[in-house]
């Protein structure tokens, strides 16, 4: 693995124990002809049982022919979608291992291609239907039997408008999500940054961030361990200003409970030496 990509894996503050580690490649295999993810967040259904954003699909699309639509005055363009049990934020890397043949085929034609393939949120409660496009930055491994391990990077988010079918994988439709409002106040852009800065001193991590950023939110919060559910909350706002509120809550919230435990932790021992 390059040696700067390397670095950058290992510069993560990881929230519960907050601390800085490389993150582990997810990975996705086959069980019983079910995705498997090996992931905190849980496993990922069937495509035929999955349910997008919370709803029933069949009840957001109509029936013609055999197949589910939805009119749009917008374009749509198809995607490959790689359902899996983490968020991807714009602007973060993740190393994922992929091992899944359908998933090998639609991995190595975006990497043919130089093509972008939509990563989605999915746990027991179903697809998410807001997602982030991912890019292959590197490919960290290749294996002979044709798994791979491999780096890749959040770009623009997207919202899934109708599933399409005829290849191996999941594919959908998709127009772009963006923002219905740009303004930020210094106030909040400078109390996440403070709550952030202050939040890496305390686990002992310096990186350096864009404050004028405008996607600041999301390149905080992607050097923290969030839950997914918190990182999925951030791709579905359409407000810089409400994503930036979140997070200086959270990163507080996190400096707390890091404090917490290291109290509990010396506690603990001055217990044990008695």
């Keep these: 693995m390059d040696g700067a990509v390397a670095q950058r894996l290992r510069e993560r503050v990881v929230d519960a124990a907050v601390l800085v580690e490389q993150r582990q490649a997810v990975q996705a295999g086959r069980r019983d002809d079910h995705l498997e993810v090996v992931a905190p967040a849980g496993a990922v259904l069937d495509a035929k049982l999955l349910r997008i954003g919370e709803r029933v699909l069949q009840q957001r699309f109509e029936a013609f022919d055999g197949h589910r639509f939805q009119r749009t005055l917008w374009p749509v363009a198809e995607i490959g979608l790689f359902p899996l049990g983490i968020v991807l934020l714009p602007t973060e890397q993740v190393p994922l291992h992929i091992f899944e043949p359908r998933y090998r085929e639609l991995v190595g034609e975006c990497i043919e291609q130089e093509t972008e393939f939509g990563l989605l949120y999915a746990d027991e409660g179903g697809i998410r239907e807001t997602g982030t496009r991912?890019?292959?930055?590197a490919v960290l491994e290749r294996f002979d039997d044709g798994?791979?391990?491999?780096?890749?990077?959040?770009?623009?988010?997207?919202?899934?408008?109708?599933?399409?079918?005829g290849r191996s994988f999941m594919t959908a439709e998709a127009v772009d999500v963006d923002d219905e409002t740009d303004e930020v106040d210094d106030a909040t852009r400078e109390a996440a940054v403070g709550a952030f800065r202050a939040l890496a001193a305390l686990a002992g991590v310096d990186i350096e961030i864009e404050e004028d950023s405008p996607e600041l939110s999301f390149q905080l919060a992607s050097q923290v361990e969030l839950a997914p559910d918190e990182k999925q909350f951030l791709i579905e706002s359409r407000s810089e200003q409400e994503r930036l509120e979140r997070v200086a809550e959270l990163f507080d919230n996190a400096?707390?409970?890091l404090i917490a435990t290291r109290?509990?932790?010396?506690?603990a021992k001055r217990n044990g030496h008695r």
């Design 134 to 137: 991912a890019s292959v930055a």
């Design 255 to 257: 400096r707390r409970t």
């Design 263 to 267: 109290e509990l932790n010396e506690k």
């Design 147 to 165: 798994r791979l391990s491999i780096l890749v990077v959040g770009g623009s988010r997207f919202a899934v408008e109708r599933m399409t079918h």
